[in-house]
């Protein structure tokens, strides 16, 4: 049973392994990391895998491992995700991701009269705070708009 | 403290310490204000004012403000004459009128346009109003006339209006946190204090009440702060007429008041304050439409410098 599982995504030889993403939340991920059309990485993903704590996404990306800061950016929608780095076939360094305490130019504030939505030549700016009632928030450093529950969908 | 070359931006930049000196200067330049007293600390200066959109008050008291001072009040003008009308960008816009004033002062109908614009300019920005955010000097003005007709420490406090869209009760909540006032919120159930506000004030443990009739906390309350009933604000004008005269202040109001109460309003006003109150020893509004030009004295001369 066990090989099977494993036939889903195979071991990559060098590369960033991005395991226990919350379900369904893959290509958001893929959007964080700006992973596009234009992206030369092989990149592989499963949606909803079976894991020991219920179901869970994961992204492989081979032959590039990806900035810790880019990495963390991954918090903002999938708090326990897990970063693994790998050498050799090897995972050489395992982290979870770390929630940033800033963010620019990752998610679009949802004022749409906000001077960051404009032509102006500037990106969107906010603080990143986590709460133990509310979750993660953004709160814009233009317009100290918040961001709560949506923050996938206003991805850049 | 150091106020040189500061932006104001909004009012949770400040401490109550820079507060109380910002209205301490402010004092000390009002006799400056009133025409009694000749001053020329910014002779040589010039302030450029870049109103985006209409504001008669906020842009005159600046200009009144610079003019006390010995400066020079460098107007934009018409939107539609300026380089905007040509679709340059604020930001440019900010880069290049640093090139020609000492300080700039910007009214601008985007959220966070003021904050902005510090990132562009090599001169200090005051926010003259940035769409619904913030409009810190008049918060500063509504502290120094609340200083100086009653007091600031322990204040019982009632706002009373549009509490939901106003923009200057927001900010004023948030300065008189930190004198630890009591606010008593009035309006109709439509328009009430934004909940997350209320949250916020009820955690630095000021004491918050709510309710919808003037009546019934008129006599517990030593400031008075009306804000008009926007009709723009209603989808349905049904419910703007319904809502439109249910919070006045009457001369009949005023009998159950206290001798010593004092009535602010940022005006315009339209139903909300009867003429005939304006007579009476409680009307404060024309007298905080003139503290304006010594607070922005004092923020003129305190970020560029000729004042400490």
């Given at each position: 049973?066990?090989?099977?599982?494993?036939?889903?995504?195979?071991?990559?030889?060098n590369g960033t392994v991005i395991d226990h993403i919350?379900?369904?939340?893959?290509?958001?991920?893929?959007?964080?990391?700006?992973?596009?059309?234009?992206?030369?990485?092989?990149?592989?993903?499963?949606?909803?895998?079976?894991?020991?704590?219920?179901?869970?996404?994961?992204?492989?990306?081979?032959?590039?491992?990806?900035?810790?800061?880019?990495?963390?950016?991954?918090?903002?929608?999938?708090?326990?995700?897990?970063?693994?780095?790998?050498?050799?076939?090897?995972?050489?360094?395992?982290?979870?991701?770390?929630?940033?305490?800033?963010?620019?130019?990752?998610?679009?504030?949802?004022?749409?009269?906000?001077?960051?939505?404009?032509?102006?030549?500037?990106?969107?700016?906010?603080?990143?705070?986590?709460?133990?009632?509310?979750?993660?928030?953004?709160?814009?450093?233009?317009?100290?708009?918040?961001?709560?529950?949506?923050?996938?969908?206003?991805?850049? | 403290?150091?106020?040189?070359?500061?932006?104001?931006?909004?009012?949770?930049?400040?401490?109550?310490?820079?507060?109380?000196?910002?209205?301490?200067?402010?004092?000390?330049?009002?006799?400056?204000?009133?025409?009694?007293?000749?001053?020329?600390?910014?002779?040589?200066?010039?302030?450029?004012?870049?109103?985006?959109?209409?504001?008669?008050?906020?842009?005159?008291?600046?200009?009144?403000?610079?003019?006390?001072?010995?400066?020079?009040?460098?107007?934009?003008?018409?939107?539609?004459?300026?380089?905007?009308?040509?679709?340059?960008?604020?930001?440019?816009?900010?880069?290049?009128?640093?090139?020609?004033?000492?300080?700039?002062?910007?009214?601008?109908?985007?959220?966070?346009?003021?904050?902005?614009?510090?990132?562009?300019?090599?001169?200090?920005?005051?926010?003259?109003?940035?769409?619904?955010?913030?409009?810190?000097?008049?918060?500063?003005?509504?502290?120094?006339?609340?200083?100086?007709?009653?007091?600031?420490?322990?204040?019982?406090?009632?706002?009373?209006?549009?509490?939901?869209?106003?923009?200057?009760?927001?900010?004023?909540?948030?300065?008189?946190?930190?004198?630890?006032?009591?606010?008593?919120?009035?309006?109709?159930?439509?328009?009430?204090?934004?909940?997350?506000?209320?949250?916020?004030?009820?955690?630095?443990?000021?004491?918050?009440?709510?309710?919808?009739?003037?009546?019934?906390?008129?006599?517990?309350?030593?400031?008075?702060?009306?804000t008009r009933v926007q009709r723009e604000r209603f989808?349905?004008?049904?419910?703007?007429?319904?809502?439109?005269?249910?919070?006045?202040?009457?001369?009949?109001?005023?009998?159950?008041?206290?001798?010593?109460?004092?009535?602010?309003?940022?005006?315009?006003?339209?139903?909300?304050?009867?003429?005939?109150?304006?007579?009476?020893?409680?009307?404060?509004?024309?007298?905080?439409?003139?503290?304006?030009?010594?607070?922005?004295?004092?923020?003129?001369?305190?970020?560029?410098?000729?004042?400490?």
């Open positions: 049973m066990k090989e099977k599982r494993d036939l889903k995504i195979q071991a990559i030889e919350t379900a369904g939340q893959a290509l958001n991920v893929l959007r964080i990391l700006r992973i596009s059309s234009a992206f030369r990485a092989t990149v592989s993903f499963v949606m909803n895998a079976p894991g020991a704590r219920g179901k869970k996404d994961v992204v492989k990306i081979e032959g590039k491992e990806l900035s810790v800061e880019e990495l963390n950016r991954i918090a903002l929608i999938s708090p326990k995700a897990t970063i693994n780095i790998i050498r050799d076939f090897e995972v050489v360094q395992k982290n979870k991701v770390v929630l940033p305490s800033y963010v620019e130019g990752v998610v679009r504030c949802m004022n749409s009269n906000c001077i960051s939505n404009s032509s102006e030549p500037i990106k969107s700016k906010f603080s990143v705070l986590r709460t133990e009632e509310e979750g993660v928030s953004l709160h814009c450093l233009y317009c100290e708009h918040v961001i709560s529950e949506e923050i996938a969908e206003n991805l850049l | 403290m150091l106020f040189k070359n500061r932006h104001v931006i909004s009012m949770k930049d400040f401490s109550r310490e820079e507060i109380d000196h910002v209205l301490d200067t402010a004092e000390k330049l009002e006799p400056v204000a009133r025409g009694e007293e000749r001053s020329r600390l910014l002779d040589g200066k010039i302030v450029s004012l870049l109103f985006f959109e209409p504001s008669t008050r906020t842009r005159l008291s600046f200009e009144a403000a610079t003019q006390r001072l010995g400066g020079q009040a460098l107007n934009l003008g018409s939107v539609e004459a300026s380089s905007v009308m040509k679709g340059e960008n604020l930001a440019d816009t900010i880069r290049v009128i640093s090139k020609y004033a000492d300080l700039i002062v910007l009214r601008h109908p985007l959220d966070g346009s003021a904050r902005m614009a510090a990132e562009f300019a090599s001169v200090p920005v005051i926010n003259g109003g940035d769409g619904s955010v913030h409009h810190p000097t008049q918060t500063f003005l509504d502290l120094y006339t609340i200083r100086r007709e009653s007091h600031l420490e322990d204040l019982r406090i009632a706002m009373a209006g549009d509490l939901k869209y106003g923009r200057t009760v927001h900010s004023l909540c948030h300065a008189l946190s930190l004198y630890g006032a009591e606010m008593t919120f009035v309006s109709p159930p439509e328009l009430r204090m934004p909940p997350e506000i209320v949250r916020d004030l009820k955690k630095q443990k000021i004491r918050v009440k709510e309710t919808d009739s003037l009546e019934e906390i008129i006599g517990d309350v030593e400031v008075l702060y009306m989808p349905d004008p049904e419910e703007y007429e319904k809502v439109k005269n249910r919070l006045k202040v009457t001369g009949d109001l005023l009998k159950a008041a206290d001798p010593e109460l004092k009535v602010l309003h940022p005006l315009p006003r339209v139903n909300e304050i009867a003429p005939e109150v304006d007579a009476t020893p409680h009307a404060c509004y024309f007298e905080q439409a003139f503290y304006g030009v010594p607070i922005r004295m004092a923020l003129l001369a305190l970020a560029m410098g000729v004042i400490e």
